[in-house]
């Protein structure tokens, strides 16, 4: 027999983001749910979580390089905030990142990263490939250069995952581990969703932050579904034993064949070595050829890695918007507000978002950070302007 539950705010999608907009809501003093069958899961338990607004910049995004900046710097109070009400370490780490080059062609792509990061006010040092391996004796003898950045920070997004649920569960979040089939509208309106268990979950406002599912809830008009697409991402974690340590002391990242590749280390002695990024739908499967891939690639840039025990391979699913920015905000319909589109950012753009969405739960209006990310800016008409814009 089904039953009838309600709340202020229900949140659609467990992951990092739909946990950090529940417990932020909560904190606000709303009564709030989420609905996911498996809270803490998502694409955070694939990512390496780089929290690196300046590395990650890329031309045309220097829209998103604000909301980015923005995150980052929030991050040290959120994860001390975080850390203080659950009691768990969350791999918080100030360590820095290397971009480096290995050969001629990728040394003038980081020389033209290293000037638009300047012209954009960030703060970058270059360095010589000698300097760099001072730096990290374990690099390729080849390395051509690369540039310091030490205000790019990393966490660990599954300890991150593991205290967002705790601190829901203290903050009195109601967990619904079922999935949400199909919203609920009323006078158009969006007023709950019916879950798979049956049971129907009522709320004054729906947040729908399900990662690369958001756009395939049942129920939501149309013109207001989020036009997000899954994209594919191989991850592999390796163990550095204790005779090897320190083997990285920061996270280092190039470019190889065309292909980003980075290594992430943990105080844990875990090295983390992504991500491919392959446009596949819905396929999760771990390949081969992407193994094969990232640790060439990886044995390039730090030929020691191929000493390290293999302990994990695994793929997810990144949420991408047609502009790999995140949409923020008030949908096209009444009480359904959107947290979803994060891309490749999810976890860098986590404390950002909670604090963004609590405000348009309290207000109904976007702060002033995240008008660039409304979800409305994917709307038809706006589409269509988009469209009839001269070339």
Not at 173 to 198: I, K, N, P, Q
Not at 214 to 234: E, F, I, Y
Not at 354 to 376: I, Q
């Amino acid at each position: 027999m089904s039953r009838t539950h309600t709340s202020d705010v229900l949140v659609v999608g467990g992951g990092i983001i739909g946990l950090v907009t529940a417990w932020r809501a909560a904190r606000r003093g709303f009564a709030t749910a989420v609905v996911d069958p498996a809270p803490g899961g998502g694409a955070a338990q694939v990512a390496a979580g780089m929290l690196a607004a300046v590395t990650e910049l890329h031309y045309g995004e220097q829209t998103l390089l604000g909301l980015n900046l923005e995150s980052a710097r929030r991050y040290p109070d959120f994860a001390a905030e975080l850390t203080e009400a659950t009691g768990l370490d969350l791999g918080y780490r100030r360590s820095g990142t290397l971009a480096v080059a290995l050969d001629a062609d990728d040394r003038a792509h980081l020389r033209e990263l290293h000037a638009l990061q300047r012209r954009s006010g960030l703060d970058s040092e270059w360095l010589s490939g000698r300097d760099c391996r001072r730096l990290e004796p374990m690099l390729a003898p080849g390395v051509r250069g690369g540039l310091r950045v030490d205000g790019d920070h990393q966490i660990d997004p599954r300890r991150l995952s593991r205290a967002l649920v705790a601190a829901c569960e203290r903050a009195g979040v109601v967990f619904h581990r079922t999935w949400a089939e199909e919203l609920s509208v009323v006078r158009e309106r969006a007023a709950g969703v019916r879950a798979g268990d049956g049971d129907r979950l009522s709320a004054g406002q729906v947040v729908l932050a399900a990662g690369s599912l958001s756009g395939r809830l049942a129920g939501v008009p149309d013109d207001v579904l989020p036009p997000v697409r899954p994209v594919k991402g191989q991850v592999l974690r390796l163990t550095v034993p204790k005779p090897y340590a320190p083997f990285l002391s920061r996270t280092v990242r190039a470019v190889v064949r065309g292909s980003h590749v980075y290594l992430v280390p943990r105080e844990n002695g875990e090295l983390v070595v992504g991500a491919t990024s392959e446009e596949q739908g819905w396929d999760t499967t771990v390949t081969a050829g992407g193994v094969y891939e990232l640790l060439r690639d990886a044995h390039e840039l730090v030929p020691g890695i191929t000493e390290l025990p293999l302990t994990e391979t695994r793929a997810g699913l990144r949420p991408a918007s047609p502009d790999n920015a995140p949409l923020l905000g008030p949908s096209g319909l009444d009480g359904l507000i959107l947290a979803t589109g994060h891309h490749r950012n999810g976890v860098l753009l986590t404390p950002v978002t909670g604090d963004v969405l609590a405000h348009v739960l309290t207000t109904g209006e976007l702060p002033a950070e995240a008008r660039d990310f409304t979800p409305l800016r994917f709307s038809a008409r706006a589409t269509r302007e988009l469209m009839e814009q001269p070339v």
